[in-house]
């Protein structure tokens, strides 16, 4: 038996009268044994919102078809009832959350949603990651991917090996970039085994960096007599949502820079800020950034958030 949890925050518009879909991939093989699903959404008015699950093996599963009327905002965890059908499915591939707007003039987003199940090994599956049998005198390195584009707001770790010497190892995480942080640097130790956690505390200096790519652990032996087996890692970290704005039009590369320098990181975050303050950042930079106009970036921005790619794809074509 084994369990997981995995969170997406992204803080994204539900388009009126539309629905918006997003997906939390999971790699790790086993046969569902229980489920929970996390939802967060921010609306003024919950009776118009509808929930709905994708497995990744094609089962649909209603979890809230337009209840609480007037109720604004929904902070709601779905466990059991509908969520048994699922039962001994694969958990591996793409979990799809659906949120459905049925209804216009109220906006809502959908701030954050989790999935936590449990599950049974699959009976050649050892571990998440692939795991050598022995830490040799070279540095083993074991990589986990990640594939959502954000910036790290809180990481946490754990690692789990044996070893006779624990005093002899250094063991680090390297994040995409290239940032190391060492969390054990030949700490004595007389137990032949670590099983420990790192909080945010430890983890601090992964703050602000990007989560998308290859996230390794490495794992320096300086006991040449005695090798060791590293039973399980793994890496969790909350993130802010990362977007490409180049992709909208009149935003160049450098300007990109200078708005995410600025704490603009998301289309989200670029559909509530101003003009007016859009125009400081730049002129900040530079007077000759004035040749810039900003006053399509917003419109643009809650288009791209709400994945409406025709109407941004009209949109930029108007814009002379």
Avoid at 227 to 237: D, M, N, P, Q, V
Wanted: aromatic letters at 8%; a negative charge.
């Amino acid at each position: 038996m084994f369990t997981l949890s995995k969170e997406n925050r992204i803080n994204t518009i539900i388009p009126d009268q539309n629905s918006f879909s997003d997906t939390i991939y999971i790699q790790r093989a086993g046969k569902i044994h229980s489920l929970k699903i996390s939802v967060a959404i921010s609306h003024p008015y919950i009776g118009d919102i509808s929930i709905k699950l994708l497995s990744p093996s094609g089962t649909e599963v209603i979890l809230r078809d337009q209840q609480g009327g007037r109720d604004n905002n929904l902070d709601i965890v779905f466990q059991g009832g509908a969520l048994d059908i699922l039962k001994g499915e694969a958990t591996n591939g793409p979990w799809i959350l659906t949120v459905q707007d049925h209804a216009a003039h109220d906006d809502g987003t959908l701030d954050s949603w989790s999935i936590d199940l449990s599950g049974e090994e699959e009976s050649d599956y050892t571990t998440e990651i692939f795991i050598p049998n022995v830490i040799s005198k070279e540095v083993f390195t074991s990589k986990q991917e990640c594939r959502f584009n954000g910036r790290v707001t809180k990481a946490e770790a754990q690692v789990d090996l044996v070893h006779p010497a624990i005093k002899d190892l250094i063991i680090s995480i390297v994040a995409p970039s290239g940032k190391e942080v060492i969390l054990h640097n030949r700490e004595a130790s007389d137990k032949p085994h670590l099983h420990k956690r790192w909080s945010n505390y430890s983890l601090k200096a992964f703050v602000g960096e990007t989560t998308l790519g290859d996230w390794i652990l490495k794992i320096k032996n300086f006991n040449l007599s005695n090798a060791g087996t590293l039973e399980h890692w793994k890496i969790r970290f909350h993130f802010e949502r990362e977007d490409d704005l180049t992709l909208l039009k009149g935003i160049s590369p450098k300007v990109e820079t200078l708005l995410k320098d600025a704490g603009i990181f998301a289309y989200m975050d670029l559909a509530t800020a101003s003009t007016d303050s859009i125009k400081k950042i730049l002129l900040a930079e530079d007077p000759a950034y004035g040749v810039y106009d900003p006053s399509t970036w917003s419109k643009q921005a809650i288009l791209a958030a709400q994945g409406q790619w025709e109407k941004l794809k009209n949109l930029k074509d108007s814009i002379s």
